[in-house]
Each structure stands twice: as C-alpha cells, then as structure tokens.
C-alpha cells in the first residue's frame, strides 16, 4: 500500500505553494511546513520553465520523503519527472480518466470542484479528494469567483465518501468555521506563506483542525 493512503485518510492542513507571494522562498515554506507536521504539499507554479519545475519538484520530494504526500498542480509530466505521489487538477485540465490513464492507480488524482454535481462526478470518475473552492474571496487566484462561504461545505461532504479539503481565503479568523462545518482539511497560501514564520502558522492551523475534529 502506497504511504500516502492513511495521510490521505487523516488530513488535516494541506499546503499549496505560491513563489511570487513567498517571503522565504517554495523551498523553505515546505520545509518550514512539513517540519511542523504539514502532511500534503502541493506544488503550484505558474511562472518557471518545465525545466525549473523539475529541477524544483526533485527537490520537493526529497523534502517530504514520506512525512507529507507531494503533488504537483496541473503538470503530469513534472510529477512523473520528480516522483511525486500525484497532481491537483482543476475542472478545465486533464480530464481525471485521462489523467488516470498516465498516472496508474497508485497515484493521487485531487480535482477542484465547485458545487455539489462536481463533487459527485469527481468522485465517480476516480478522484481521490476535491478541492472545494472557493469557500472566502481571495485576491490570490485572480479567477476563482466569489466565496460560497462555509456553510457550503456541508452540502459537498453529505453526498460524497473521498476526503473534501477547503480552499480560497482561509485565514486564522475563518477557518474554524470551514472545519465546523466538514471540510476534511484545509488549504491555505497566503495566509502561510505572507507570514514570517512559516513553521507557526503552520502549527496552528493543524492544533486548530485537530482540536475541532476530536470535539465533534
Ligand atoms: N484555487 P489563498 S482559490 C489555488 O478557487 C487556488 O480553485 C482556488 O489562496 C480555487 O489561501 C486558490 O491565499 C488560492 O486564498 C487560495
């Protein structure tokens, strides 16, 4: 059985990466994240060659060995190149099956989903997560629309058996109530890596999650 299948089942904070608003550095907010007890990283980059990408991911997997699952947005061929666990896709990349085709089973296929048919067709077609989005406004990806709110999630979490993580805008104010309300676990960018200690906000956000999770 691959490692990343029980992470998979007890996620709680996920990280996705964004080198224009890093303070540190992609490198150091994952190492920073995965020594605080992050288990999924995913590497999103919009602005760096194929070749750099590699070279990047190589250095990502070896940061999250096999303390915290590895995806790569969008880019198959990078994950295969670095050997990550999978990819995140969202509703306008590869078609999941096809994906699934390159990929084999034993790797991760997450995909953005929007609404409550998504999920259910994600699911069917053999994602093993979504991504719900976006749950707050967020100026961080400038096409993701306006935020559902959280009370969302519940809909989404109802009606389908895969882990559901939450994504777009979540900050140390809101992410209670996105928790409260089902998500598996939680995606953050900026309200990570803004910070200046990447390692803190991490922690707090998985003592949070964990905190609501036993309590309920
Ligand atoms: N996808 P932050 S929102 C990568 O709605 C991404 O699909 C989204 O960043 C979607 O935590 C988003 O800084 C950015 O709001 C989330």
Same mark, same amino acid.
């Given at each position: 059985?691959?490692?990343?299948?029980?992470?998979?089942?007890?996620?709680?904070?996920?990280?996705?990466?964004?080198?224009?608003?890093?303070?540190?550095?992609?490198?150091?907010?994952?190492?920073?994240?995965?020594?605080? !007890?992050?288990?999924?990283?995913?590497?999103?980059?919009?602005?760096?060659? =194929?070749?750099?990408?590699?070279?990047?991911?190589?250095? @990502?997997?070896?940061?999250?060995?096999?303390?915290?699952?590895?995806?790569?947005? +969008?880019?198959?061929?990078?994950?295969?190149?670095? !050997?990550? +666990? &999978?990819?995140? @896709? !969202?509703?306008?990349?590869?078609?999941?099956?096809?994906?699934?085709?390159?990929?084999?089973?034993?790797?991760?296929?997450?995909? =953005?989903?929007?609404?409550?048919?998504?999920?259910?067709?994600?699911?069917?077609? &053999?994602?093993?997560?979504?991504?719900?989005?976006?749950?707050?406004?967020?100026?961080?990806?400038?096409?993701?629309?306006?935020?559902? !709110?959280?009370?969302?999630?519940?809909?989404?979490? =109802?009606?389908?058996?895969?882990?559901?993580?939450?994504? &777009?805008?979540?900050?140390? $104010?809101?992410?209670?109530?996105?928790?409260?309300? &089902?998500?598996?676990?939680?995606?953050?960018?900026?309200?990570?890596?803004?910070?200046? $200690?990447?390692?803190?906000? =991490?922690?707090?956000?998985?003592?949070?999650?964990?905190?609501?999770?036993?309590?309920?």
């Amino acid at each position: 059985m691959p490692f990343w299948k029980s992470l998979l089942n007890d996620i709680d904070f996920y990280l996705v990466t964004d080198s224009g608003l890093s303070r540190k550095g992609t490198l150091s907010d994952i190492k920073c994240a995965v020594a605080a !007890g992050c288990k999924i990283v995913q590497y999103r980059e919009k602005d760096k060659t =194929t070749k750099e990408m590699i070279e990047e991911a190589i250095l @990502i997997r070896k940061i999250c060995g096999d303390n915290a699952i590895f995806l790569v947005n +969008d880019r198959i061929d990078v994950a295969l190149a670095a !050997g990550a +666990d &999978g990819v995140h @896709i !969202g509703q306008d990349d590869m078609p999941i099956d096809a994906a699934r085709k390159i990929l084999g089973e034993n790797k991760i296929i997450g995909l =953005t989903v929007h609404d409550t048919d998504e999920a259910i067709e994600a699911e069917r077609k &053999g994602a093993d997560y979504v991504g719900f989005s976006p749950i707050f406004d967020t100026t961080t990806k400038k096409d993701a629309g306006m935020g559902v !709110g959280p009370e969302r999630v519940q809909a989404v979490k =109802t009606i389908i058996d895969i882990p559901i993580v939450a994504i &777009g805008g979540i900050n140390k $104010d809101n992410c209670v109530s996105v928790v409260e309300n &089902g998500a598996d676990g939680l995606v953050a960018i900026s309200a990570i890596v803004c910070s200046d $200690d990447v390692k803190r906000e =991490t922690k707090y956000f998985i003592e949070t999650i964990r905190k609501i999770k036993q309590n309920s």
